[in-house]
């Protein structure tokens, strides 16, 4: 275990709090004009999957675990598991669903992600920025609109709700950050 300044957890990170491990799902500090500064860190309980909110101030040091960050690639869903294979050893890890959580809509087949690693099992998983994914329904195209600062709703194929500009038309492929579903721009391919 290593001790760090609260201010500088970020998502992702593994901390041990009162003997426990826990993930963290994010991590703000704020600072006030008066007052002390404060960092409000949430995280999930890696045990039981309790969500638990924590508050230090920015120079508090706090216990982050030691994790170990590997490659793997996406394989399949096994009902509530997901199944990845290190690239390097072909060894197949088990990944509960809520470890993945929010990640899980944006998983392909073959896509190659980064799980932070404690003691052989996943604590945290890590998605590329971006990805590609094909519009399935959305308002039709209005002719002679161009692109401009105004977006329509629309559903990719993996279910999620994005904004996508007014040209943007059902079967086009777009791409889109994983952390938010945001729409970057329409895929080259």
């Not at 120079?59 to 690639?73: C, I, M, S």
């Not at 195209?141 to 692109?147: E, F, H, I, S």
């Amino acid at each position: 275990m290593v001790k760090v300044i609260a201010s500088s957890v970020r998502k992702g990170n593994v901390l041990e709090l009162d003997g426990h491990l826990c993930t963290v799902i994010s991590a703000e500090s704020f600072f006030p004009g008066k007052g002390t500064p404060t960092t409000q860190i949430d995280m999930r309980r890696i045990a039981d999957g309790v969500k638990m909110t924590q508050r230090y101030k920015t120079t508090e040091q706090v216990e982050r675990a030691y994790v170990e960050d590997r490659d793997f690639t996406y394989l399949y869903q096994d009902g509530e598991q997901y199944v990845f294979m290190n690239p390097e050893t072909y060894d197949q890890i088990h990944v509960d669903k809520d470890v993945v959580g929010d990640a899980a809509p944006y998983l392909q087949e073959n896509m190659k992600v980064s799980l932070s690693v404690f003691e052989d099992k996943a604590v945290a998983i890590e998605l590329p920025q971006r990805v590609t994914l094909e519009v399935v329904e959305t308002e039709p195209v209005t002719k002679g609109q161009t692109a401009s600062s105004s977006y329509k709703p629309a559903i990719l194929s993996n279910g999620v709700r994005s904004a996508v500009p007014p040209h943007v038309g059902v079967g086009t492929r777009v791409v889109v950050m994983t952390a938010d579903g945001s729409y970057v721009e329409r895929a080259k391919d």
